[in-house]
């Protein structure tokens, strides 16, 4: 292991002093060997099929109807774009054919299709597309079988709270069903399969109840709490033409407004952060739209509180003096603590530790009070309890976090005199003191190990913003547990960031940035995400949909060519246990061989760098990966870092 040093050098602090960060990276390299873009597929002529193959896989039967101009298909077609959904990423299927067709042919690919190599992807792709663009893509699925590998991406969207439309192909009538494979592909209520955790799901049994079934399904899931819903369509009801279309109704969508706190309870928490000595604002997935982070940055400079920001959301600039979100020490100070739209609260304000014996303790006073604001506690499931543990507060108020602050805001102006002005005043200073200094001390702790191979984590995260800083970038996605961007970025815009992936389901990272760079595409936003090699693994057939699509993203592959955090919990029961801690690569490191990720996405073509081993040689691989992205392609970039 090269040894790292202590103290920062001149040549790293100039560095990290240059680009707002930080400064410009080191001059562009010229192109080395393992640099290289995406070779063009080989053209291969396919054999040409004979006519009577053509006509027994694709003409119906002589007794099937073939001047059929109108199907189901084309009526289910017309009511997703009645919602305005503009895209259907689907992993093709028999099952719903039929609203393939429609969407093809009668609706000229309105909504577009997003081909997906796994439903997976395309799940995920609508998480992170929400995200950024607020509304709702849908995505399509086959039976049972599509619908199992759809899961855990639908419970991550369940878990972050995320809208998407989940369609799954379905033969509901059992004459129906071709021998074989139509018959483990259905099911009875394939929806059951997914009733945990999702926020409603209905099989609609006819076009009419479709579309009243779909637009209830839209509503549900973007009013908040948000979440994924799931229809289950039934392929005949897709394919048969349709009857008395001219009675047919697509209902109004009206959306919901999102509720906003009492307004009792509102001025009460006023009071209590007015008068309060040492108020703190604590948030997590709290903004829905552009407005959230303007309102929430009046609130805080309305009361020169320090605020903490879980990332949940883009709720709160990076460099705002007021935030100390690396400073959750003044958890401990606080008087009074508001918590906004929180995941999980308890875990906010609880030291938990599971080193050994797993022991807890509270992180507040005694005598603070803690006030929450929200809709999480609203739509709640049983099962699966992603909701945390059960915290004490004071006043718990049911609203939307980012519909009801400006009330509240106008509530705390209210109650200021000219004394606790004042007072406010010199408390924001002294907090953007301890605010500059925390960045200070960021930038320093970046420096160290700066020349070391495997790559610090800190200095690619700074290598890779100084290419990008004076781009309209948006970052998507992040390694587990790499806090380096929020550290040492400077996170102002609304669309800079989008959260976590809510379940923490291996796998969300590649395709939900890849659906967050579709929402981005239209914007002309430059996106890019970090993503762990293990999470690359899970579905890396996401690349060829990006280069099939022709979606810009830069994507840097932390390739610490382990699932670390497994490995550091295996060291850490075999040191409990006594015992040795040599064999705890067993199962948990992903070498011999190392994956080459550029090579991967060469194959799916994407520009691929990597992988790089050198620090010196990463300045250079960015600059050239980020002109590809600018030139609207997707680029992977495969750092060999340290392990966090």
Request: with cysteine.
């Amino acid at each position: 292991m090269p040894k790292r040093g202590s103290s920062p050098d001149a040549a790293r602090r100039n560095f990290l002093k240059g680009a707002g960060l930080i400064g410009a990276a080191a001059a562009v390299a010229p192109p080395v060997a393992n640099a290289l873009p995406a070779a063009p597929p080989t053209q291969l002529k396919a054999a040409v099929p004979g006519p009577r193959q053509i006509a027994a896989e694709t003409m119906p039967p002589g007794s099937d109807p073939v001047n059929q101009t109108t199907s189901g298909g084309d009526f289910m077609t017309d009511v997703l774009n009645s919602l305005g959904i503009e895209y259907l990423a689907i992993n093709c299927a028999s099952s719903y054919r039929g609203l393939h067709e429609g969407i093809l042919n009668h609706g000229n690919n309105k909504p577009e299709i997003i081909t997906c190599v796994h439903e997976d992807i395309a799940v995920h792709m609508g998480q992170g597309y929400a995200k950024i663009a607020g509304t709702p893509i849908a995505m399509a699925c086959h039976g049972t079988v599509g619908l199992q590998h759809a899961t855990m991406a639908i419970y991550n969207a369940w878990c972050d709270r995320v809208p998407v439309i989940v369609i799954g192909g379905n033969i509901m009538e059992a004459d129906k069903r071709m021998p074989g494979a139509d018959w483990v592909h259905s099911g009875v209520d394939i929806g059951a399969l997914v009733r945990d955790f999702t926020k409603w799901d209905d099989q609609p049994a006819s076009l009419q109840h479709f579309a009243e079934s779909a637009v209830r399904a839209y509503k549900i899931a973007t009013t908040p709490p948000m979440g994924p819903v799931f229809l289950a369509l039934d392929a005949e009801l897709q394919e048969n033409p349709i009857p008395d279309g001219e009675i047919l109704h697509i209902p109004k969508l009206a959306p919901v407004m999102p509720p906003q706190g009492d307004a009792g309870a509102i001025a009460a928490t006023a009071k209590m952060l007015v008068e309060a000595q040492n108020p703190v604002i604590i948030c997590d997935r709290m903004a829905r739209t552009p407005a959230g982070m303007a309102n929430l940055v009046e609130l805080a400079e309305t009361l020169q509180c320090g605020l903490i920001d879980n990332v949940g959301r883009m709720n709160f600039p990076s460099r705002h003096p007021l935030n100390q979100s690396f400073r959750r020490g003044i958890i401990s100070q606080a008087d009074v603590i508001l918590a906004i739209e929180m995941n999980d609260l308890w875990g906010a304000v609880t030291a938990f530790s599971d080193r050994i014996v797993r022991r807890s303790r509270p992180l507040t006073k005694p005598s603070a009070k803690i006030v929450t604001l929200g809709v999480r506690d609203l739509y709640l499931k049983s099962n699966y309890q992603d909701f945390g543990r059960f915290q004490d507060i004071d006043l718990d108020i049911a609203g939307d976090g980012e519909a009801s602050l400006p009330a509240l805001t106008e509530a705390v102006k209210r109650q200021i005199d000219a004394g606790r002005k004042s007072a406010f005043e010199a408390r924001g200073k002294k907090l953007a003191a301890l605010h500059l200094a925390m960045v200070e001390e960021s930038k320093s702790d970046a420096t160290i190990g700066w020349d070391a191979s495997p790559i610090t984590t800190a200095r690619m995260c700074a290598e890779v913003y100084a290419q990008i800083k004076d781009e309209d970038w948006s970052l998507v996605g992040t390694s587990i547990r790499l806090t380096w961007p929020h550290r040492l970025w400077d996170f102002k815009k609304p669309h800079q960031w989008n959260g976590f992936s809510g379940g923490a389901g291996v796998g969300y990272t590649l395709p939900a940035s890849l659906g967050a760079a579709l929402a981005n595409k239209k914007h002309g936003r430059f996106t890019l995400a970090f993503g762990g090699d293990g999470d690359f693994m899970f579905s890396p057939g996401t690349l060829w949909t990006a280069a099939h699509h022709r979606i810009p993203m830069l994507y840097i592959v932390q390739n610490n060519r382990a699932y670390h955090q497994e490995y550091m919990y295996l060291v850490a029961m075999a040191a409990r246990h006594g015992r040795g801690v040599d064999r705890a690569d067993i199962g948990t490191t992903l070498t011999d061989p190392n994956i080459d990720f550029a090579t991967l996405a060469r194959g799916m073509g994407v520009y691929g760098e990597g992988p790089i081993v050198d620090p010196k040689d990463l300045a250079g691989a960015l600059a050239r990966a980020v002109a590809v992205v600018k030139r609207g392609e997707p680029a992977v970039v495969d750092v060999v870092t340290d392990p966090r």
